[in-house]
């Protein structure tokens, strides 16, 4: 456990569970007061407010829907007001729909972008206004923006690799005002969503040089590593955490 981020102010857009609840701790345990969104599950979010209160921070949970333009922003002033004001933003919510691009139903390429792509933009917008220098915008992606692991995948990771480019002209945007702007790639993580002993699980080993899912607590390191003073030189850049899936 490190002070490194005392006296920042921190929002993780769902961060009930997960990679964005262990994102929102780690921020904690590094000293961060942290706001998290939720959508529907209320009992798990406060679990992770009491957890960051109990580390002596100041702990928000926000109802929002990620799809809803007006919930985003809402959210967005919630967490600012809270916590008086805004250093750290973490774009993690995100929705997974996985089926061939033959028979892809057009309600669940509309949720992928509204939640994955549009979601982290409206986030960022709103969030703007309340950063000042050294400010931090973090997004989390995909390995799988840049390596299709199973075909019924593709428009999931299509949305995860629009996220790429959002980072780096955000980076351009907003390096003038010192706030810098950062991808996280997971590869292979385990959470409900992909869990260590899923179906598929063995054949995502296998593909890893390090043969084993991360844990979230993985993702969250690289995330308190981008909000740290020792990454404020570091911007528009893609942290890949991967086990090697990449390499």
């Known amino acids: ?9 921190a929002l993780v857009t769902g961060g ?3 990679i964005g609840a262990a994102i929102a701790l780690a921020l904690a345990e590094n000293g961060a007061d942290v706001a998290l969104t939720y959508q529907h599950a209320a009992d798990k979010a406060q679990a992770v407010v009491a957890s960051i ?3 002596g921070r100041r702990g928000v949970a926000i109802q929002a829907d990620a799809a809803d333009p007006s919930a985003i922003k809402r959210s967005v002033e919630e967490a600012a007001r809270a916590l008086a004001g805004l ?3 973490v774009n993690n919510a995100a929705i997974a729909r996985y089926n061939s691009i033959a028979d892809f139903k057009l309600e669940d390429i509309d949720a992928l972008l509204a939640v994955n ?3 982290p933009v409206l986030a960022t917008q709103a969030a703007i206004p309340h950063l000042g220098a050294g400010s931090r915008v973090i997004t ?6 840049e390596r299709i692991v199973g075909t019924p995948g593709t428009v999931y990771y299509m949305t995860k690799s629009a996220l790429q480019s959002f980072t780096r002209g955000l980076a351009q945007e907003l390096g003038p005002k010192d706030i810098t702007a950062n991808l996280v790639q997971p590869g292979s993580t385990d959470t409900e969503m992909n869990p260590a002993n899923g179906e598929s699980a063995d054949f995502q080993r296998s593909l890893m ?3 084993r899912f991360a844990e979230p607590a993985d993702i969250a390191a690289a995330v308190v590593f981008l909000a740290s003073p020792a990454a404020r030189h570091v911007t528009g850049t893609i942290l890949t955490v991967d ?3 990449l390499a």
């Open 1 to 9: 456990m490190s002070n490194n981020l005392v006296g920042k102010r």
């Open 16 to 18: 009930s569970r997960g």
């Open 53 to 55: 209160e109990k580390l």
């Open 87 to 89: 250093d750290i933003l």
């Open 117 to 119: 792509v549009r979601g």
């Open 140 to 145: 989390i992606g995909s390995a799988g923006a």
């Open 209 to 211: 040089p390090l043969g």
């Open 243 to 245: 086990g090697g899936l």
